[in-house]
């Protein structure tokens, strides 16, 4: 296995020894399957290529990794920030826990439901990448666009003309027309991309590339690199403001939030955010002066971007995920891959009501009017739909492999 698996295996495991501290009443068994489970399976088996199969693996091999990412022999934006929290013992405990596991597969059972109102449900074209299928999915069409290996983070630009994804395992960004799928163009960016963002005049999109910790600068009218942006280690996700001026990234290393100056194309200020842990994806309040960061654990600070002040940690569903403001500022909403929840934040109140939707929830977005949220559920390869009106699930509808993120008109 190369660093980058490794990195990300590790820190899942790290993620469920966290979570483990936050919820004592259950045993670490338990906690441990729920947190790993949407990369490496319920049972310790990869749910795609990407996750190695962790059931089984050598107890020593599991030590000798987590300690060398302890001690820096091996170097990982993630892993870096997560394995220097643990001790000795914690170590030796993840490494024998997963070591314990019969290797044998996991069994996924979709669920099947389609509702009468998809239609009524996609007020507007929605898009939905899917990282084993390789393939852009448009609802509520359901066409299927061809891609690239391990379609990740997609976006669309404001006037809905093009959709962009990235593709980590090859270093690029595709990007098709809105219209009929057709690719437009396969453009080389830096080391494994993640996130992807189109700034509000549409004219530049944002590619962070977390693996050589800078940010490409795309110019979608010439469909080419214009430049890069120098970042701290492991830039993930971005945010631009409504003028355009700044844009916010989630810097997984574990610095916090890098702030870039875009006329100047440079990160011109770095802010801590302590008590969580590897910050992950991140959205702004309407007003855009607060930041709400979902971290790689179980966690949502509150983040002052005037002061540089978390006001609070709010404890969320286990693992990663996707977090979106609503387009109304109501709710800050975030999913959680090694769980089966979406957490949705009261932006007034600061209280959450979790919503069960199915299996290893990760990219979230709310459609235009607020209405609606879309989850996808990388665990049954299915797109869960919330009536944010109710606060219930009312529809869940089949999908390509690995349904990751989702990209909608009006709401970036």
């Not at 978390?310 to 109501?330: A, C, L, M, W």
Request: some cysteine; proline content about 6%; aromatic content about 6%.
């Amino acid at each position: 296995m190369n660093n980058r698996v490794i990195g990300h295996t590790l820190a899942m495991l790290i993620t469920s020894l966290n979570a483990s501290a936050q919820a004592t009443e259950m045993p670490q068994e338990k906690i441990t399957a729920a947190t790993c489970a949407g990369c490496h399976g319920a049972n310790g088996i990869g749910i795609s290529g990407e996750f190695p199969n962790l059931a089984g693996q050598k107890q020593a091999y599991l030590l000798k990794q987590l300690k060398a990412f302890k001690s820096g022999a091996r170097k990982d934006p993630t892993m870096s920030t997560m394995a220097a929290t643990l001790s000795e013992k914690d170590m030796q405990d993840l490494a024998a826990h997963f070591s314990n596991l019969p290797p044998t597969p996991a069994t996924i059972h979709n669920n099947t439901a389609t509702g009468k109102a998809l239609k009524a449900q996609f007020p507007a074209p929605t898009y939905i990448s899917m990282k084993k299928s390789g393939t852009l999915m448009l609802f509520p069409d359901t066409a299927t666009w061809p891609g690239g290996p391990n379609m990740l983070y997609d976006a669309v630009t404001p006037d809905g003309r093009m959709v962009m994804a990235t593709s980590p395992s090859t270093g690029t960004l595709y990007i098709f027309d809105a219209r009929n799928g057709k690719q437009l163009a396969i453009i080389k960016v830096g080391k494994a991309p993640k996130g992807v963002k189109v700034s509000p005049d549409g004219k530049t999109a944002y590619v962070s590339n977390q693996g050589s910790s800078d940010i490409s600068i795309i110019d979608l009218q010439k469909l080419t690199v214009t430049g890069s942006i120098t970042s701290k280690e492991g830039p993930h996700n971005v945010r631009f403001t409504r003028d355009g001026k700044r844009a916010y990234v989630t810097l997984q290393g574990g610095a916090g939030i890098g702030v870039i100056d875009t006329r100047r194309t440079e990160m011109v200020r770095v802010i801590p955010v302590p008590g969580i842990t590897g910050p992950h994806n991140l959205d702004l309040s309407a007003d855009e002066k607060t930041a709400y960061v979902r971290d790689f654990v179980h966690n949502v600070a509150v983040l002052d971007l005037e002061s540089g002040k978390v006001s609070k940690v709010i404890p969320v569903g286990n693992g990663h995920g996707g977090i979106d403001v609503t387009p109304d500022g109501r709710f800050a909403a975030t999913a959680a891959i090694g769980d089966k929840i979406v957490s949705l934040i009261d932006t007034k109140t600061l209280s959450v009501t979790n919503v069960e939707v199915g299996k290893g929830p990760h990219g979230i977005r709310a459609s235009k009017d607020s209405r609606w949220l879309y989850v996808t559920l990388t665990g049954e390869n299915a797109i869960a739909i919330v009536d944010l009106k109710t606060m219930k699930l009312v529809n869940k509808i089949p999908s390509g492999k690995f349904p990751f993120w989702v990209a909608v008109p009006g709401n970036p």
